[in-house]
């Protein structure tokens, strides 16, 4: 049997197993990648919704009128807890890099201290509801020009 022969089909056996192995790692890195941003997607918005959603419905509250102050503080409290934004805080935190994840984090402050203005005798006529405001646009803007950066990267 010829030496030569027999090394170069096992060279050949090898340079194709490797270049196979190869092409696999790279497909499945592509497609880790693929997912791993579509759960972010999904995470991001579904965060944004709900802050927003809570953000939405503290202003109808702040509308209404003739409600004691004790049953605004007890629908304010209801609000922030049934839109979903605890839950997903978590998350973004752990899913979301660390700087996103500040950035969710004091979003959900600034809807937090929206909420506590409902503790004030008359929420009606709180002068802190406006900068509050204010305040929880300027945090929802930033962590959205975060997210679409950190989506755009990947």
Do not use: C
């Amino acid at each position: 049997m010829d030496w030569g022969t027999l090394a170069g089909t096992a060279l050949g056996a090898i340079l194709g197993v490797s270049t196979t192995l190869l092409a696999e790692r790279s497909r499945w890195q592509r497609e880790n990648s693929a997912r791993e941003r579509a759960v972010k997607q999904q995470l991001y918005a579904e965060y944004l919704g709900a802050l927003s959603l809570t953000t939405h419905r503290l202003r109808d509250l702040k509308r209404s009128t003739g409600l004691p102050r004790e049953e605004l503080m007890e629908r304010a409290g209801e609000i922030l807890g049934s839109t979903n934004a605890y839950h997903l805080r978590y998350q973004m935190l752990i899913i979301a890099p660390e700087h996103l994840g500040y950035m969710a984090d004091l979003a959900f402050m600034r809807v937090r201290d929206l909420r506590d203005r409902f503790d004030e005798a008359d929420i009606g006529a709180d002068p802190d509801w406006p900068s509050a405001q204010r305040a929880l646009s300027e945090a929802l803007d930033a962590l959205r020009k975060a997210m679409r950066s950190d989506l755009i990267s990947d």
